[in-house]
């Protein structure tokens, strides 16, 4: 019996060493993965200074450059929705992307969000959009909103676009958008930046962690129940890139990128 019993736990332990987690690869992008109809399963990254979006495969071969559009003295700022068949029917390759000028006068950014395959054609352009979803409605129809920003008057104004696409979402990108939220602004920011909440009503621990591009906690931010948003003082961070994570109870509902100028 004791025999019996060391070679289980020799057995057990042994399964235990060996089941670790190990890092695959590194990509010095933001990157996400995305669910293709058409190809499956690939990895994407943000290249910023040449202007790419860049296309792995599952064993981190590059696959497929995509060169994107931004005019002169603006930034690439986020690219997202990276699929075959959500906004039209071809096997082309489509990604929604957004990029930035900063009006240092008016110092206020102004923002657009283009949607093209990977031959550059362009599907939409939208001036003032900096942020946008796609929502799924019972019967089955996809629609893309976009929100359109105003921030070289005050107050700023707000539109929303609502578009009607012919795909579907895939599942990965539906969980990702389940708890929702709306985007910090001004993001990039050179003064104070304001984080619009959706706070547990049932729960009296609700938090914004702030973390660096590492994933490190730098600061923890309470909510208030029925808060709508919160504000970062300009001076309690330094320029940068940050992580900006919704937690209630400890879970993690939702995260976006923070850019500090």
């Not at 792995?56 to 071969?61: G, R, V």
């Not at 921030?151 to 539906?174: A, K, M, N, R």
């Amino acid at each position: 019996m004791k025999k019996n019993l060391l070679i289980l736990f020799t057995f057990l332990a042994s399964g235990i060493l060996t089941a670790q987690v190990n890092l695959e690869n590194i990509y010095y992008y933001s990157g996400a993965v995305a669910e293709m109809e058409v190809y499956g399963s690939r990895y994407y990254a943000m290249d910023v200074v040449n202007e790419q979006c860049k296309i792995y495969d599952e064993n981190h071969n590059l696959w497929k450059t995509i060169n994107l559009y931004v005019p002169d003295g603006q930034y690439l700022y986020d690219i997202q929705y990276v699929s075959t068949h959500l906004f039209n029917t071809d096997d082309l390759v489509e990604v929604i992307y957004t990029y930035y000028l900063y009006d240092e006068s008016g110092e206020y950014y102004t923002y657009e969000t283009r949607i093209v395959n990977e031959n550059g054609t362009e599907l939409l352009k939208v001036p003032g959009a900096s942020y946008f979803y796609i929502s799924q409605f019972q019967n089955n129809d996809y629609k893309l909103l976009i929100y359109v920003w105003d921030y070289s008057v005050y107050p700023y104004t707000v539109e929303t676009h609502v578009y009607d696409i012919p795909g579907t979402l895939s599942t990965s990108y539906q969980e990702t958008q389940a708890s929702g939220f709306m985007p910090a602004y001004p993001n990039p920011a050179s003064n104070d930046i304001h984080i619009p909440v959706i706070t547990n009503n049932d729960s009296e621990n609700n938090e914004i962690h702030i973390l660096n591009i590492q994933g490190s906690l730098l600061k923890k931010i309470r909510v208030e129940r029925g808060a709508k948003e919160v504000s970062i003082k300009r001076g309690s961070l330094s320029a940068g890139t940050y992580i900006c994570r919704q937690m209630s109870d400890g879970e993690h509902t939702a995260t976006q990128k923070l850019i500090i100028k």
